[in-house]
């Protein structure tokens, strides 16, 4: 399976996802635009809280090629954040209210660069998490030492895992997946991670198999913890339940699967203006590979990049960006259905 991208795909286009999402089914089945929901709600335009988070894209490129991926990463693509970008995020980040510091990818610890930039941020007091796809522990010798690593920074580790089986994992993820996933949390399980008491955290990530959107979080929480005990001896702190959002590959599964009309009326129906008003995109900044700048990593993906007057790290302003208004789309109904989704899960 090759990236959209590698495949010349219509849909690696941002411009063409975007006008997907913006004509097909909200003409079609006369359903409201996202802007309009919010206007309704009185929450548009949407406006900034205090920025509390970076959550930083340091490459696209991934030992995995998941078919739900929105940010279409694989063996193939290249993009890779350079030392350069890195240390244009530290001088930002010094000294900057922002606690903490997100790192996704790809999987982030192909970056070159990325040991040094975790030391570098700890360095400067900055809590960082990583979003790690397990299977780059085992995936070769070089990265084995990993969970010592981050132990050694108090990093605290985000793990997808789609189901705790093989079977729904592997559909999802490729085959094998969920087997070197296991290995992977027995290694991190053994170095404290996830163990209570430890203070080293690990939390899983759970997302939909297919065009649904997810059951309640505590009650996924409870079946998780439960069955990877029992069957595995594993241990985690909490499950963050996330909606699939309708960008890159999900996208492209919906519409090849005929369940794109049904699935964006289903989260438009499900719109909460609870959720609406806390989502992720209202305290976090957005770095791009190449530091260009962004609401959230789904804009990020779709080129929805902030004003040019501030719209690369090296021209980083928070009075600015604190009086930006937040840029959306359809794709944003995924984050504002039923309890709200974010990277940590659900928002109410």
Not at 241 to 247: D, H, K, L, Q, S
Request: with cysteine; aromatic share 8%.
């Amino acid at each position: 399976m090759k990236s959209l991208k590698a495949s010349g795909h219509l849909l690696s286009d941002s411009a063409s996802q975007i006008k997907t999402l913006h004509d097909q089914v909200f003409d079609k089945l006369q359903l409201p635009l996202f802007d309009q929901k919010m206007e309704a709600a009185s929450l548009y335009p949407l406006k900034p809280a205090r920025t509390t988070t970076m959550q930083i894209n340091v490459g696209k490129m991934c030992n995995q090629i998941c078919k739900h991926c929105h940010v279409d990463a694989g063996p193939d693509r290249k993009e890779i954040m350079t030392r350069h970008t890195m240390q244009q995020c530290l001088d930002k980040l010094a000294g900057s209210e922002i606690t903490t510091v997100d790192l996704t990818g790809g999987a982030p610890e192909m970056n070159p660069d990325f040991r040094w930039f975790v030391a570098e941020l700890t360095a400067i007091g900055k809590q960082v998490i990583v979003r790690c796809n397990l299977t780059i522990i085992v995936a070769n010798p070089k990265y084995h030492d990993l969970p010592d690593f981050f132990k050694q920074h108090q990093v605290e580790v985000v793990s997808s895992l789609p189901f705790y089986n093989a079977d729904k994992t592997d559909r999802q993820r490729g085959k094998g997946v969920f087997e070197d996933s296991v290995k992977a949390l027995r290694m991190l399980n053994t170095r404290g991670y996830g163990v209570e008491g430890s203070g080293l955290i690990l939390n899983l990530v759970y997302n939909p198999n297919g065009a649904f959107m997810p059951a309640p979080q505590q009650g996924l929480q409870r079946q998780f913890k439960k069955a990877l005990h029992d069957e595995f001896g594993i241990v985690f702190n909490e499950l963050f339940a996330i909606t699939n959002i309708p960008v890159s590959r999900y996208l492209d599964y919906l519409i090849s699967s005929g369940n794109y009309d049904g699935y964006m009326e289903k989260l438009v129906n499900a719109f909460n203006p609870i959720a609406a008003s806390g989502v992720m995109c209202r305290s976090m900044v957005s770095v791009g590979w190449d530091g260009s700048l962004y609401d959230c990593d789904f804009n990020q993906m779709l080129d929805m990049q902030f004003d040019p007057a501030y719209n690369h790290i090296s021209r980083y302003d928070q009075e600015l960006i604190d009086n930006r208004e937040i840029k959306t789309g359809q794709h944003c109904y995924g984050c504002t259905a039923g309890a709200g989704s974010s990277c940590g899960g659900n928002t109410i």
